[in-house]
């Protein structure tokens, strides 16, 4: 039984080598045509890839340049004395700079908006403040 199961194994054995050997020759015979046309499809693998890895830093890039407009309108308005920025929330998309929430006084609003105007990176501005008088905006 032994016996049997051994020279199945070589049957086997010998059985793959030969397949493999065919199979091995049969890829040194590609027409350079072919290994033509592998290489362009690599080619375009590989500039596909690059531009999806520049549209994502593109993406992330922006993400991180409106993070920093919001940042630095924030930090604007804290300066200004008199306006109350707990009360204003600043939002940047592209460039452009949302405010919304409440100010006390139309003087304020428009500081607010000029302020945004001159902060660097800034697109525009739309100006979405409600005004509420008596101090408490």
Same mark, same amino acid.
């Given at each position: ?23 091995? @020759? ?5 027409? %350079? &045509? *072919? #290994? ?5 499809? $690599?080619?375009?693998? =590989? ?10 830093? @593109? ?5 991180? %340049? &409106? *993070? #920093? ?5 924030? $930090?604007?308005?804290? =300066? ?31 500081? =607010? ?25």
């Amino acid at each position: 039984m032994e016996c049997r199961v051994i020279k199945m194994l070589r049957v086997v054995t010998v059985v793959f080598l030969m397949l493999l050997t065919v199979g091995l @020759a049969a890829c040194g015979k590609q027409s %350079s &045509d *072919t #290994a033509e046309a592998v290489g362009r499809n $690599v080619d375009q693998a =590989a500039q596909s890839a690059g531009n999806a890895v520049d549209k994502a830093a @593109a993406n992330t890039s922006q993400a991180l %340049s &409106d *993070t #920093a407009i919001t940042s630095k309108v924030k $930090v604007a308005m804290l =300066a200004e004395p008199g306006l109350k920025t707990l009360q204003i929330n600043v939002e940047t998309t592209n460039g452009m700079v949302t405010l919304m929430g409440t100010v006390n006084s139309r003087r304020n609003r428009d500081k =607010a908006v000029t302020i945004s105007e001159y902060v660097e990176g800034v697109k525009g501005v739309s100006n979405r403040l409600t005004v509420v008088p008596d101090g408490s905006g």
